[in-house]
């Protein structure tokens, strides 16, 4: 029906709702719907994808909720970024999707997947919308949502870690919207284009304590050192496919929002550098920590940290290569580690360690051989996708000169590479027991999209290089933001 | 020396989120949207309640998304305590006759308030989260009231959730009528009436029904769990 809906933006965040309000009556109809109405929701957001961001990457779709022109109403911006990250999380969504389909037994499973869907949908939302005070909003969703999922399997130390998170959370939320309260008490508008063009009316020092706010609040769902101690717990805690969208997910959408409102709204010399110093302090003490693990998802986890860290590093160098490298960055860990704590639960269950992998290579070698890939780009190594977004990020340090921050980030890849490197050894060198269960079908197929998408961007790493120069340039060019927004 | 860091580090905050609204220019028409807000109000959306004309339309989404918030509380809560069991009160306090006879007749009331102050949201102050509030405390008081009182767990789920599916399907109205999203689609009425103001009663009475169920629901699940039933 292409005439009755024409396909807007909104239709990424209408299709969950709707789905996710329809959930518990048809649940009631017969129990399959629970798991297939998911799939079918991210399947239709995919497709809303397919048709929208060919399109955005022609000139960016900006959507008016309600029919209000900004700053009056909501606005929704989908530029080559916003496309970029939607399409990232519809597809991350329904991979997840697919994988739980049988790896997930854990009742009540329709608010699982109630819970699931509003997860993807909260963080698109915070990519898609144009409006602080929305973005507030979606930030809420994401996280309420992830709050639930934390303590989902429903033991103590599951709970314990749900609660910490939610303390953390709580203030995370509290600092954004303490920020957006200063910043709409001076310019009396919550519009990003039309604060971007009414900053001058806030005092530089206000100003300096609003990115503050919003550095800490932000801060916390991106996972930057020093305000990263719930992460660990609540990604051990979750579910793994949860845990998988964390990494894939929640983090860049809060990376996301962190670096459009900086650019936007505090585009002075000191945020970028602060920004890229925190980026390389997160990478240097996460990797560290993560060396010391034996608990495989928590060993993911501070490897998750880094790899953001990474990313943040790069994006705050504030030139087109920076940006480009860290979103090549991020995309490739959304997929590497959404592949690595997937087949981890796959592989040794919900409480994985070391141990749990010797001898994995010879009793699950698809699964072996899908966590040796992973383990392999997200080191670095040539020929697969995490070789080609370090040597972006590489590039990008040094054409600013950065030369301590190549040898910084150099450093750290030995320290990946020799935890990484340790636990695919015992998968091959050691002796373990034997292994029991076989992994359903769906399971797999799942964790081989997301293998195809390593390899492909590891051999032919020119067919997204449009993708992330479009989106790097869409975040870099305000002025064009601006004027899109505000043309009216 | 732990809690001397903390009393510093909340100094520092303090200090400098009191800077911050010290210097915030009260009493100016600083207020760009604001203004706005206050003179296309009646003319452009038929609601002679400002605030509830903001909260529906003009920022409607935002609302779409808190309402979605509340709903996630509720699910996730129930997710938690899906299946747990609270230790039986032994010693659970027989709710005195007057509490009893008192919650029976105060509660028709109280739904009635509930009911009168969503359907006029858009009218007199308050509205859909309001009302639905109000109407959750009438169930709150059979709980208390009534020891062997439970919540239709069921119908409070279909109830909550076809004045969901009511909210988003308003906004895909204003779609297939190629508008946009949450745009009105419905006449304007003559303003000062119950039925003006287009679509923004329909959305508030849903949002009404929505959180009056959602927090009953919760406020049942809470009481089974610490109650030690199923």
Redesign the interface.
């Known amino acids: 029906m292409p005439e009755l809906f024409p396909l807007s933006p909104v239709h990424y965040v209408a299709a969950p709702l709707l789905a996710a309000f329809l959930l518990p009556l048809v649940a009631k109809l017969s129990r399959s719907f629970i798991k297939i109405l998911p799939g079918l929701t991210f399947l239709y957001v995919l497709y809303v994808s397919a048709v929208l961001y060919p399109q955005a990457l022609q000139a960016p779709i900006i959507e008016q909720i309600a029919g209000w022109a900004p700053p009056l109403g909501i606005n929704l911006y989908y530029g080559p970024m916003a496309g970029l990250f939607a399409s990232l999380f519809s597809a991350l969504g329904f991979i997840v999707w697919l994988y739980s389909l049988t790896q997930m037994k854990q009742e009540p499973l329709d608010r699982f997947y109630i819970l699931l869907m509003m997860l993807v949908a909260g963080a698109t939302g915070m990519v898609l919308t144009g409006d602080i005070f929305n973005l507030f909003v979606f930030m809420e969703i994401t996280a309420i949502s992830a709050y639930s999922l934390t303590a989902f399997l429903r033991e103590d130390d599951k709970a314990e870690a749900g609660f910490k998170y939610i303390l953390i959370g709580s203030l995370a939320s509290a600092f954004v919207l303490l920020g957006i309260a200063i910043l709409y008490s001076y310019t009396g508008t919550l519009n990003l284009a039309d604060l971007a063009l009414n900053m001058d009316k806030v005092p530089l020092s206000v100003r300096v304590i609003v990115f503050g706010l919003f550095l800490v609040g932000f801060g916390i769902e991106a996972e930057i050192f020093p305000l990263n101690g719930w992460a660990p717990d609540a990604y051990s805690a979750a579910p793994a496919p949860v845990s998988a969208l964390f990494a894939g997910i929640t983090v860049k959408a809060a990376l996301y929002a962190l670096a459009r409102v900086t650019i936007l709204l505090f585009p002075f010399a000191g945020s970028m550098a602060l920004i890229s110093i925190l980026g390389l302090v997160t990478l240097v003490i996460s990797e560290l920590a993560a060396l010391h693990q034996k608990n495989l998802f928590r060993m993911l986890a501070y490897s998750s940290m880094g790899q953001v860290g990474l990313a943040i590093a790069a994006l705050g160098l504030f030139t087109a290569e920076g940006v480009y490298a860290a979103l090549f960055a991020m995309i490739n860990h959304a997929i590497v580690k959404g592949m690595l704590f997937l087949t981890v639960f796959a592989m040794a269950g919900g409480s994985a360690t070391l141990d749990g992998l010797n001898g994995m290579g010879r009793k699950k070698p698809i699964l072996s051989l899908l966590f040796t890939l992973g383990a392999f780009a997200i080191i670095g190594l040539p020929p697969f996708s995490g070789f080609w977004s370090k040597l972006s990020v590489l590039t990008a340090m040094g054409q600013t000169g950065n030369y301590a921050m190549i040898a910084i980030v150099l450093a750290t890849t030995i320290v990946e590479a020799a935890y990484f490197l340790r636990a695919t050894g015992r998968l091959y060198l050691s002796e373990g027991n034997p292994a029991e269960g076989k992994t359903p079908l769906s399971a797999i197929a799942a964790l081989a999209v997301l293998a195809a998408g390593i390899l492909w961007i590891g051999f032919f790493p020119g067919s997204i290089d449009e993708t992330l120069t479009a989106g790097a340039q869409d975040l870099l060019d305000t002025a064009k933001y601006t004027e899109g927004v505000l043309k009216d | 020396m732990k809690k001397l860091l903390a009393a510093f580090l909340l100094g520092f905050i303090g200090y400098?989120?009191y800077?911050?609204?010290a210097?915030?220019?009260f009493g100016e028409n600083?207020?760009?949207?604001?203004k706005?807000?206050l003179e296309?109000t009646v003319p452009k959306t038929g609601a002679v309640n400002t605030v509830t004309s903001i909260v529906v339309?003009?920022?409607?989404?935002?609302t779409?998304?808190?309402v979605?918030?509340l709903?996630?509380?509720a699910?996730?809560?129930?997710?938690?305590l899906?299946?747990?069991k609270g230790k039986p009160e032994d010693k659970h306090r027989e709710p005195s006759s007057i509490l009893t006879t008192g919650a029976k007749a105060l509660f028709p009331i109280i739904v009635l308030l509930g009911a009168y102050i969503f359907i006029h949201g858009h009218l007199t102050p308050g509205g859909g989260f309001q009302g639905g509030t109000i109407i959750a405390t009438g169930v709150l008081i059979l709980i208390l009231g009534i020891k062997s009182f439970h919540a239709n767990h069921?119908l409070l789920?279909?109830m909550?959730?076809?004045a969901?599916?009511t909210f988003?399907?308003a906004?895909?109205l204003?779609?297939?009528f190629?508008?946009?999203?949450?745009?009105?689609i419905l006449p304007l009425g003559t303003p000062g009436q119950v039925l003006s103001a287009g679509i923004i009663p329909i959305i508030y009475i849903a949002v009404g029904f929505k959180v009056g169920a959602e927090l009953a629901g919760v406020l049942d699940t809470l009481m089974s769990t610490t109650r030690g039933e199923e």
Do not use: H, Q, W
């Open positions: 400098y989120l800077t911050a609204f210097g915030v220019p600083k207020m760009e949207v604001g706005d807000y296309t339309n003009y920022r409607g989404f935002d779409l998304g808190e979605t918030v709903f996630l509380a699910t996730g809560l129930g997710a938690i899906f299946g747990m069921a789920s279909v909550e959730s076809l969901g599916i988003v399907v906004g895909i204003g779609l297939a190629g508008k946009n999203f949450l745009e009105n």
